[in-house]
T-cell receptor
Framework: GQQLNQSPQSMFIQEGEDVSMNCTSS?????WLWYKQEPGEGPVLLIA?????ELTSNGRLTAQFGITRKDSFLNISASIPSDVGIYFC???????????FGKGTMLLVSP | GAGVSQSPSNKVTEKGKDVELRCDPI?????LYWYRQSLGQGLEFLIY????????KSGLPSDRFSAERTGGSVSTLTIQRTQQEDSAVYLC???????????FGPGTRLTVT
């Protein structure tokens, strides 16, 4: 099936630092979603993007739908220890009804 | 309101046994999805239901896997003759319509011994 390339695979940062992660593909997407998963839980939806170029914030999180519709990024500002988890991007390809997920970015934050 | 619920939260079974995993989607959500997540891995799509349409079974890894959705609500994922490689977390998600924002349940952790 179609693949999303999510990077970086993992990040280990100090509390207070900003974080950036992204997903890219060779295919065009209608929708981009960003999820966070903590140990033992299901993924939780953070931000949903529906238009090329759209920039949306949710607290310290900001995500953008790439203008080419083939990529998206997620930024976390002033990270805190509770930001620890695995962040997944997901996209709905043109002509598909299901979502394609990236492999995740594991974020570790040192106090 | 209530989110997606799944049961059991944990299941340990012996190789060769059948298991049933249950998902209760958010009320009013017409689309329901099953995923499998192996340790440290991303989400592997298994099957998708949309309303009364025939399900998209393209992600099921073998004919030992099947799923039903009764009355457009509750879904059951059945794995027959379980194998050790079936050990994983099975996640269910629902959305208002297909392709929309999916909301996940907490998952069922299946361990096959």
């Amino acid at each position: 099936g179609q693949q999303l390339n999510q990077s970086p695979q993992s990040m280990f940062i100090q509390e207070g630092e900003d974080v950036s992660m992204n997903c890219t593909s060779s295919s065009i997407f209608n929708t981009w979603l960003w999820y966070k998963q903590e140990p033992g839980e299901g993924p939780v939806l953070l931000i949903a993007l529906y238009k090329a170029g759209e920039l949306t914030s949710n607290g310290r999180l900001t995500a953008q739908f790439g203008i080419t519709r083939k990529d998206s990024f997620l930024n976390i500002s002033a990270s805190i220890p509770s930001d620890v988890g695995i962040y997944f991007c997901a996209g709905q390809l043109v002509g598909y009804s299901t979502l394609t997920f990236g492999k995740g970015t594991m974020l570790l934050v040192s106090p | 309101g209530a989110g997606v619920s799944q049961s059991p939260s944990n299941k340990v079974t012996e190789k060769g046994k059948d298991v049933e995993l249950r998902c209760d989607p958010i009320s009013g959500h017409t689309a329901l999805y099953w995923y499998r997540q192996s340790l440290g891995q991303g989400l592997e799509f298994l099957i998708y239901f949309q309303g009364n349409s025939a399900p998209d079974k393209s992600g099921l890894p073998s004919d030992r896997f099947s799923a039903e959705r009764t009355g457009g609500s509750v879904s059951t994922l059945t794995i027959q003759r379980t194998q050790q490689e079936d050990s994983a977390v099975y996640l269910c998600a629902s959305s208002v319509t297909s392709g929309n924002e999916q909301y996940f349940g907490p998952g069922t952790r299946l361990t096959v011994t």
